[in-house]
C-alpha cells in the first residue's frame, strides 16, 4: 500500500519559521504541498517534478521554497516569514504515472 506521512507542524508565530517533510513508501514522480483552511477549498502551496522543476501558489511565492530528496522518496516545504492567513492543515500530495496519492495531512497554526 502507497503511503506517504506528513510532519513538522505546529503552532509557531506570525514571522516565524516551519519545515514540513512528507515521506513516501514508492519514488515518486511529481510531489506536491497543497493546503485547506476552515471553510475553503484545498489548493496549490507547491509543487516539485521529478527533474525539479517548482510551481507556487502565488500567496506563498517568495516565501515559501519546496524541495525534494528523491534518494529518501521524501519533499520538504520551507515555510519562512508565516501570516495567520498561512493557517491550514497541509496535505502532501504524490503523482505516479497519473495516479494520485494524498497523506493524511499536518496543521499548521501561526498564532500569536
Known amino acids: 500500500q502507497v503511503q506517504l506521512v506528513e510532519s513538522g507542524g505546529g503552532l509557531v508565530q506570525p514571522g516565524g519559521s516551519l519545515r514540513l517533510s512528507c515521506a513516501a513508501s514508492?519514488?515518486?514522480?511529481?510531489m506536491g504541498w497543497y493546503r485547506q483552511a476552515p471553510g475553503k477549498e484545498r489548493g496549490l502551496v507547491a509543487r516539485?517534478?521529478?527533474?525539479?522543476?517548482?510551481n507556487y501558489g502565488d500567496s506563498v511565492k517568495g516565501r515559501f521554497t519546496i524541495s525534494r530528496d528523491n534518494a529518501k522518496n521524501t519533499v520538504y516545504l520551507q515555510m519562512n516569514s508565516l501570516k495567520p492567513e498561512d493557517t491550514a492543515v497541509y496535505y502532501c500530495?504524490?503523482?505516479?504515472?497519473?495516479?494520485?496519492?494524498w497523506g493524511k495531512g499536518t496543521l499548521v497554526t501561526v498564532s500569536s
Open positions: 516539485i517534478s521529478s527533474g525539479g522543476t517548482t
Open positions: 500530495k504524490g503523482e505516479y504515472y497519473g495516479i494520485h496519492y
Open positions: 514508492i519514488s515518486m514522480n511529481a
